[in-house]
């Protein structure tokens, strides 16, 4: 099941990594548009388990037994090795000015970087880029459907959910060497070893998540802003930040909703104190 690894990595714990860069905005109205919350939930509770009892301890023992720059090398090598998902997405949506730049920043690294494992083409001035089958629909004009849940893979939408089986058994260099190997399980090895490594890397963002008022709704709108803002490069449409936000919303007040989520952390905190 080439698919497994790399597709629970990137869908749920990338997600819990840019947290710590969502926190910043401005505190958004909790969206109302999930049909499937029911259904979002349980599996939400079911990845959350899953992680705590497997995924989670071998994250932190890799990050007893390695220092940050071995954890970087690990985390440079990762990102430079699956840029062809990228380049092929770049090319399916027709920029051809960011697939040349995301192949010669993987040409550069994968040289003068040691397989990947350094970082020159930053240093070179060479961008880098994430792009996915589930950013090329969107870009085809693909409706994001509604937020799902998926178990053992994380947040996702319906849009979103076909660049799990594309990008891996197409582009994903990972998931392509798995499947055309056969050593006796050894060959899922690396995609076991870039789930430890993103694991890792979320961990630092786990206090924002704690503090939640409601961390699974916290995932889904900081998800849904991510996607957002990766498909316009970082620079939605004012309109668009402030219908996300609910800013449009007649009667909504932002402040009383920052108020309600401090009253939440100080009640949680006492009670964390009194246990």
């Known amino acids: 099941m080439p698919l497994l690894p790399r597709s629970l990595a990137m869908s749920r714990w990338l997600t819990v990594a840019a947290l710590a860069l969502l926190a910043g905005c401005a505190i958004a109205k909790p969206?109302?548009?999930?049909?499937?919350?029911?259904?979002?939930?349980?599996?939400y509770q079911f990845n959350t388990a899953v992680d705590e009892v497997a995924i989670r301890p071998v994250a932190l023992v890799y990050?007893?037994?390695?220092?940050?720059?071995?954890?970087?090398?690990?985390?440079?090598?990762?990102?430079?090795?699956?840029?062809?998902?990228?380049?092929?997405?770049?090319?399916?949506?027709?920029?051809?000015?960011?697939?040349?730049?995301?192949?010669?920043?993987?040409?550069?690294?994968?040289?003068?970087?040691?397989?990947?494992?350094?970082?020159?083409?930053?240093?070179?001035?060479?961008p880098i880029e994430d792009n996915d089958f589930g950013i090329t629909l969107a870009r085809w004009g693909a409706p994001e459907g509604d937020f799902l849940m998926l178990p053992l893979f994380g947040p996702s939408t319906a849009r979103d959910m076909w660049r799990m089986p594309v990008d891996s058994y197409f582009f994903d260099p990972l998931s392509?060497?798995?499947?055309?190997?056969?050593y006796?399980?050894?060959?899922?090895?690396?995609?076991?070893?870039?789930?430890?490594?993103l694991r890792s890397r979320a961990i630092d963002a786990e206090s924002f998540l704690q503090s939640a008022y409601d961390p699974y709704v916290f995932i889904r709108d900081a998800y849904r802003q991510q996607r957002l803002y990766k498909l316009y490069d970082g620079n939605p449409p004012a309109a668009l930040i402030?219908?996300?936000?609910?800013?449009?919303?007649?009667?909504?007040d932002p402040d009383e909703l920052l108020e309600q989520q401090h009253d939440w952390e100080k009640g949680h905190a006492k009670q964390g104190s009194q246990d």
């Not at 969206?31 to 599996?43: C, H, I, Q, S, Y």
């Not at 402030?242 to 909504?252: A, K, S």
């Open 176 to 182: 392509l060497y798995a499947a055309n190997h056969h």
């Open 31 to 43: 969206r109302t548009d999930d049909p499937l919350e029911k259904f979002n939930r349980g599996a």
């Open 184 to 197: 006796n399980g050894l060959q899922y090895a690396p995609q076991a070893m870039y789930l430890i490594t």
């Open 63 to 126: 990050r007893k037994v390695t220092n940050p720059p071995v954890r970087r090398s690990f985390s440079d090598f990762f990102t430079n090795i699956r840029t062809p998902v990228t380049v092929a997405n770049d090319l399916l949506q027709a920029r051809p000015k960011q697939a040349l730049q995301s192949t010669a920043r993987f040409l550069v690294n994968l040289t003068l970087g040691i397989g990947g494992f350094f970082d020159p083409a930053s240093q070179l001035g060479l």
């Open 242 to 252: 402030e219908r996300m936000q609910g800013l449009d919303t007649p009667g909504f």
